[in-house]
C-alpha cells in the first residue's frame, strides 16, 4: 500500500484551506438588527395607535348597546387594577386605523353577560405591569450594549487575538486543484530541473534510496539572476509532488514586534512536521536570512531573532525529519554562512541564464499559447537574444503578439519577434522626436562609422542591424547578432569591440571635423573596457598578468559596490596610461577605415537617410561591392557561403578521424600525473 497516496478531498475547505466556518458574526448581526426592528416598531406603534381613555359612564353603555365595540379585552392585573380595553369599529382619521380605548371599571359577574347579550367578542387577559414595563424599559439599554459589544468590544477582543495569532504561520497549502504547473511548462534548466526531481523521487519512495544509507535533503537553495525561474521552478515541483507543498515569502517572517518571526518559523516547522513528508518553499530567503551583525552598520534583532529560530529548527536539537525546505535568492553573497553550510542547506542549486537551446526551448513553450507563422525559425530568434532571461523572453512573446495584434495580423511573424526583441531590448521606437536635417544627417554618418569598423574589425561579431530611429536614449543604434553564447573573451576579440564603439566617433571628425556629444555612452563602454583589461584581465603588455585592485559587485546584479586600491600611486599613473593608449589605438585604427572607406561610408549613410534602417548583409554588401547585390546575385553568395562552410567542416571531420586512426602517433605512456 502506497501510504504517500492520499485518499478523498484535502483537508479543511473545497479549496484545500481552513476549513468552513459557521458565521456567528454575520447571524449575530442579522438578530441584532431584526430586534431593532421590533423595538422601532413597538415604539412607532404605540405612538400611531393612541388609545382613549373613557369612564365607566352612560357613553360606554351606549356604544355597548349600539354594536360600536369592535373587540374587547378584560385585563386583570396582578396588582389588582381592573379595566377593559379594546378596538371601536370607527377608525382614527389620522391613522386610518381602528380607535383603541380603555375603561377602568370594577369586572363583577353580571359584565361579561352584559357584553356577551349584545354581540361584544371579549377575552380574559392577565398580565404583570411591572415585568412588561421592565421588559419594554430595558429593550433599549440592551441595544445600546448590544451596539457597544459588537463595535467596540468585541472589536478589541479580536484585536487581541489578532496579536495572539501574529506568531501563526503564513505559509499557504498548494494543492493540484490550484496549481497546475508541472516541469513540462519549464525549459531551459535541465540540470536545475534533474536535481530537483530526485528530491520528488525521494519523497514518493523514500526507501529506494535509505536501503543504502542515505538521507533526505534537509535544504536545497536555489540561486540565480532574476527572472531565471526559480519561482516557476518551485511552482514545478508543487504540481509534480504528491506531498503538501507549503507556500511563504521571506518578508512574512519580520514584523514590527521581536520574536514574532521566530515564533512563525516554529509555527510553520510544526505544521510541516503534521504534514511530513512536505516541501516548504520560501521566496526570497534573504529578507530573513542576512548576515547576522557584522559590528558594521547596525544590526536588526527581529531578523537576528528569526534567522536563529529557522537556523535551531533546520539542523538543531530538535530536527524535523521528513520536512524539506527549498529557497529562493538572487543574492546569495548576503546570507548568512550558517544558513549555506551542509545539514541546513544541503544544496545549491545554480540557475543561470539560459543557453541558446535552452532560450529556443523557452520560445517553444511561450509559443504554444500565440499564433505563429509556419515559417517562423525560432532558432534565429534565440541566436539574437543572448542574455534573455526567461522572463524576458515571456515579455518579447508577449509584445510580439500585442504588435502583431494593434496591425491586424492574423499571425505573429519574424518581423513581430525582431521588433519586439529590439523593443525588449533598447527600447520602444521614439518617432515622436523630431530631428532637423543636420541631426539627422549626424546620426546616419555616426552609426555608419559604427557598422563599417564592427564590420572591418576581425573577431568582431556579425553585424544584425543598423537605424537611425530613435530608441530609448540613444538617437540611433547599431546592432550585433552573436552566432553562439560565449563564456570568455579574447584580447583580439576586445580590441576589435573597442575600434567598434569608437567608429562612431571617427566618423564625426573625418566628415563634418568636428565632435559631438552624441558619443558619450561610446566612450564611457570604452574606457570602461579598457580598464577592465588592464586592471581585471592582466592583458596589458606593460603591467603583466595580474590584476589590480579589489571590485565588489553585487552578485548577479553587475554593479560596483566599491573599488579598494591596492597598488601604489606609480602603478595607478601606468594604468591609466595603458587605458589611455588602450582606447587612443582604438580610435586610431577606427579614423583609418574611416577614411580607406570613405565611399563605402557616404553609401551606408545615404540609404540610412532614405530607409531609416539597413539590415546587416546590407551594410556588408556595400562595404564589399560597392552597392546592393540583386536577389540572383544573393543567391549565388549563399550557395557559394553554403559549399565553403561544407568543405570547411569535411576538412575539419578528416582531421579528427585521420587523428583518431593514425597509427605513426606514439601512444602515451603511464606516469605520474602532477597537478
Known amino acids: 500500500m502506497d501510504n504517500n497516496k492520499k485518499d478523498g478531498p484535502p483537508r479543511g475547505g473545497p479549496e484545500g484551506g481552513e476549513p468552513q466556518r459557521f458565521p456567528i458574526r454575520g447571524l449575530a448581526m442579522w438578530l441584532l438588527l431584526l430586534a431593532m426592528s421590533l423595538t422601532m416598531y413597538?415604539?412607532?406603534?404605540?405612538?400611531?395607535?393612541?388609545?382613549?381613555?373613557?369612564?365607566?359612564?352612560?357613553?360606554?353603555?351606549?356604544?355597548v348597546e349600539q354594536g360600536e365595540i369592535a373587540k374587547a379585552e378584560i385585563v386583570l392585573e396582578v396588582s389588582g387594577q381592573q379595566y377593559i380595553r379594546g378596538e371601536l369599529r370607527s377608525t382614527d382619521p389620522q391613522t386610518g386605523r381602528p380607535q383603541q380605548f380603555r375603561v377602568d371599571v370594577r369586572v363583577t359577574d353580571t359584565l361579561p353577560q352584559w357584553l356577551h347579550e349584545h354581540g361584544v367578542p371579549f377575552e380574559y387577559k392577565s398580565q404583570n405591569p411591572y415585568l412588561w414595563s421592565l421588559i419594554t424599559g430595558a429593550i433599549p439599554f440592551l441595544l445600546i450594549i448590544a451596539l457597544l459589544y459588537f463595535f467596540f468590544i468585541r472589536q478589541m477582543r479580536m484585536a487581541g487575538k489578532g496579536a495572539m495569532s501574529f506568531g501563526k504561520s503564513r505559509a499557504r497549502l498548494l494543492t493540484r486543484e490550484k496549481n497546475k504547473i508541472t516541469f513540462g511548462e519549464v525549459a531551459g534548466i535541465e540540470e536545475a530541473k534533474e536535481e530537483v526531481h530526485e528530491i520528488i523521487e525521494f519523497l514518493k519512495d523514500p526507501k529506494r534510496f535509505q536501503k543504502l544509507g542515505g538521507r533526505i535533503p534537509k535544504g536545497v537553495l536555489l540561486v540565480g539572476p532574476p527572472g531565471t525561474g526559480k519561482t516557476l521552478l518551485a511552482k514545478a515541483i508543487a504540481g509534480e509532488a504528491e506531498v503538501p507543498f507549503f507556500s511563504i515569502s521571506g518578508s512574512d517572517f519580520v514584523e514590527m514586534f521581536v520574536g514574532v518571526g521566530a515564533s512563525r518559523v516554529r509555527d510553520m516547522f510544526e505544521q510541516g512536521k503534521k504534514n511530513a513528508p512536505c516541501i516548504i518553499f520560501i521566496d526570497e530567503i534573504d529578507a530573513v536570512g542576512r548576515s547576522r551583525f557584522s559590528g558594521i552598520g547596525g544590526g536588526h534583532d527581529e531578523r537576528e531573532q528569526t534567522l536563529n529560530a529557522l537556523l535551531v529548527e533546520m539542523d538543531g536539537f530538535d530536527t524535523q525529519e521528513g520536512v524539506i525546505i527549498i529557497a529562493a535568492t538572487n543574492r546569495p553573497d548576503v546570507l548568512d554562512p550558517a544558513l549555506l553550510r551542509p545539514g541546513r542547506f544541503d544544496r545549491q542549486i545554480m540557475i543561470d541564464l539560459p543557453t541558446l537551446e535552452g532560450r529556443e526551448a523557452i520560445l517553444k513553450i511561450h509559443s504554444k499559447k500565440v499564433k505563429l507563422e509556419s515559417d517562423l525559425d525560432l532558432r534565429r530568434v534565440a541566436r539574437g537574444t543572448p542574455g534573455f532571461s526567461g522572463a524576458d523572453l515571456a515579455n518579447l512573446m508577449n509584445e510580439a503578439a500585442l504588435l502583431a495584434a494593434r496591425e491586424n495580423a492574423e499571425r505573429i511573424g519574424m518581423s513581430h519577434l525582431e521588433e519586439a526583441r529590439d523593443k525588449v531590448r533598447w527600447g520602444r521606437e521614439r518617432r515622436s522626436r523630431l530631428m532637423d536635417d543636420n541631426e539627422k544627417r549626424l546620426t546616419a554618418y555616426h552609426e555608419g562609422g559604427h557598422a563599417l569598423t564592427m564590420l572591418l574589425s576581425e573577431g568582431s561579431e556579425p553585424l544584425h542591424k543598423v537605424t537611425i530611429i530613435p530608441r530609448g536614449q540613444s538617437l540611433g543604434s547599431t546592432m550585433q547578432l552573436p552566432e553562439k553564447d560565449r563564456y570568455t573573451e579574447s584580447r583580439r576579440k576586445l580590441l576589435a569591440m573597442l575600434t567598434g564603439i569608437m567608429g562612431g566617433r571617427a566618423a564625426e571628425e573625418v566628415v563634418f571635423g568636428d565632435i559631438t556629444t552624441g558619443a558619450y555612452s561610446d566612450l564611457k563602454q570604452a574606457?570602461?573596457?579598457?580598464?577592465?583589461?588592464?586592471?581585471?584581465?592582466?592583458?596589458?603588455?606593460?603591467?603583466?598578468?595580474?590584476?589590480?585592485?579589489?571590485?565588489?559587485?553585487?552578485?548577479?546584479?553587475?554593479?560596483?559596490?566599491?573599488r579598494n586600491y591596492e597598488y601604489s600611486e606609480e602603478t595607478a599613473r601606468k594604468i591609466d596610461q595603458e587605458v589611455s593608449r588602450l582606447v587612443s589605438e582604438a580610435y586610431d585604427r577606427a579614423l583609418t577605415m574611416v577614411k580607406e572607406h570613405r565611399k563605402q561610408l557616404d553609401m551606408v549613410a545615404e540609404m540610412l537617410l532614405e530607409r531609416e534602417t539597413l539590415d546587416g548583409r546590407e551594410v556588408e554588401e556595400i562595404v564589399k561591392h560597392g552597392r546592393l547585390l540583386t536577389e540572383v546575385e544573393r543567391a549565388e553568395a549563399d550557395e557559394k557561403a553554403?559549399?565553403?562552410?561544407?568543405?570547411?567542416?569535411?576538412a575539419k571531420s578528416g582531421k579528427k578521424q585521420k587523428a583518431r586512426v593514425d597509427p605513426a602517433l606514439p601512444a602515451p605512456e603511464a606516469g605520474p600525473s602532477v597537478a
Open 42 to 63: 413597538q415604539v412607532f406603534s404605540q405612538g400611531q395607535d393612541r388609545e382613549i381613555r373613557m369612564p365607566y359612564s352612560p357613553d360606554f353603555v351606549e356604544k
Open 527 to 562: 574606457t570602461r573596457i579598457a580598464r577592465m583589461m588592464v586592471c581585471e584581465w592582466g592583458m596589458s603588455p606593460i603591467l603583466g598578468p595580474q590584476t589590480f585592485g579589489n571590485r565588489e559587485e553585487t552578485l548577479f546584479l553587475g554593479r560596483e559596490v566599491n
Open 642 to 650: 553554403t559549399e565553403v562552410a561544407d568543405e570547411k567542416e569535411a
